[in-house]
């Protein structure tokens, strides 16, 4: 599994150097692991609960005082997650937005990349109105229109 | 203001919950007489420069043939570069053979798009 692949000292090795927020997110969606998560997160493979659980274990090496060991596999989940729009996707990228450790140079300032790029997305907004209660009068229908209130979504979010 | 990149009329559409893709099925070019049960009606705002967080009115104003069907408002923010719109119409009436069904787009009481689907007469 890809989850378990960026735990790796291989696959940190791979991401290389650390590079600015913007150039980091590019090469890590060029990584074929970016491919094989798409692919295992369509499949069924790769749910929220398994992504917390997989966050949790690896937020669970984190020393104060220490380079965190998995600041590029989590700067890699913001990349995988950046064009998936579930509740744990979005909480993920905001939270790790918001942290500011010299132990993590590198994830948080990803997942604002992230973040940035997710709301350059389309907002949409649907309304339904039945028009209903058609009343003939003379054989010309009369019509009134029921609007029902607005759903706004930015993303309509899977339960 | 904002600019209209894409107005139409369909009989349905999806909007990916994962990957926000709008997928529009059945363009209504043509209908027949009587009432179509569903009509969406899509249009997708591009902003323009000034635009950011601020409040749009817009109007969609329905005919067909000489009468008014109705006008169906729906505001909304620019918080992105790009905005849906989607007014969905439960029970439209088509109206005669012969007309024409306009779906006009105002915004801020300017009219800046509308599309026509011609009405024919039900097959036997």
Same mark, same amino acid.
Not at chain 2, 16 to 20: A, V
């Given at each position: 599994m890809i989850l378990d692949r960026i735990k790796t000292s291989d696959f940190i090795a791979t991401v290389g150097y650390e590079l600015p927020p913007e150039v980091m997110r590019l090469a890590l969606r060029r990584m074929r692991e970016y491919t094989l998560f798409q692919k295992e997160y369509r499949q069924g493979d790769i749910t929220s609960d398994v992504l917390r659980e997989c966050v949790q274990d690896l937020l669970g090496d984190f020393r104060r005082g220490e380079k965190f060991t998995f600041d590029a596999s989590l700067a890699f989940l913001c990349v995988a997650l950046e064009s998936i729009f579930t509740p744990f996707a979005t909480e993920f990228l905001e939270d790790l937005s918001k942290v500011h450790l010299v132990e993590m140079p590198l994830s948080p300032g990803v997942a604002k990349v992230c973040l940035e790029e997710r709301n350059k997305l389309p907002s949409n907004l649907q309304q339904d109105f039945k028009i209903a209660d058609l009343l003939f009068s003379i054989g010309e229908p009369f019509i009134r229109n029921e609007p029902s209130p607005p759903s706004e979504a930015k993303i309509k979010i899977a339960a | 203001m904002p600019r209209v990149e894409l107005l139409l009329a369909a009989e349905s559409h999806a909007v990916? =919950? =994962?990957?926000?893709a709008l997928s529009i099925f059945n363009i209504i070019e043509g209908t027949y007489t009587g009432i179509i049960p569903k009509v969406v009606f899509i249009t997708v705002w591009k902003r323009e420069p000034g635009d950011e967080d601020r409040d749009f009115q817009s109007l969609l104003r329905v005919t067909s043939g000489a009468r008014q069907v109705g006008e169906f408002p729906l505001n909304f923010r620019m918080t992105a570069p790009r905005h849906r719109s989607f007014h969905v119409l439960m029970g439209l009436p088509a109206g005669r053979a012969g007309e024409t069904i306009r779906f006009e787009v105002l915004l801020n009481g300017q009219s800046v798009g509308r599309c026509e689907i011609e009405v024919s007469e039900a097959p036997a």
């Open positions: - | 990916d =919950q =994962q990957t926000n």
